[in-house]
């Protein structure tokens, strides 16, 4: 019944700038924390950012001062801002409600 769909991955250039949008249904997103997670190729998911019910957010220190991750209560959304992207942020990007429930993700390119 929960459904998280993701979209705004792509290809871009090192330092360029991606938004990250999470559509959710099935739950009640007003109460509940929703994070983002990487998954870069041949490793495991990594959480990136959270957000809580109150807005409070947590960043991986990697992307602090260049990610930033938002909620829109009343259309059901998640986003996640992405700036002055790096290759090391390259894989796939998973909008989750945690622990149990994830999108099927979408990929980030960042090329040199």
């Known amino acids: 019944q929960v459904r998280l769909v993701e979209s705004g991955g792509g290809l871009v250039q090192a330092g360029g700038s991606l938004r990250l949008s999470c559509k959710a249904s099935?739950?009640?997103?007003?109460?509940?924390?929703m994070a983002w997670y990487l998954q870069a190729p041949g490793k495991e998911r990594e959480l990136v950012a959270s957000i809580d019910s109150g807005g409070a957010q947590t960043y991986d220190d990697s992307v602090k001062g260049r990610f930033s991750i938002s909620r829109d209560n009343v259309y059901r959304r998640l986003f996640l801002q992405m700036d002055r992207l790096k290759p090391e942020d390259t894989g796939v990007y998973f909008c989750a409600r945690p622990p149990a429930d994830w999108g099927q993700g979408t990929q980030v390119t960042v090329s040199s």
């Open positions: 099935g739950l009640n997103f007003r109460i509940n924390t």
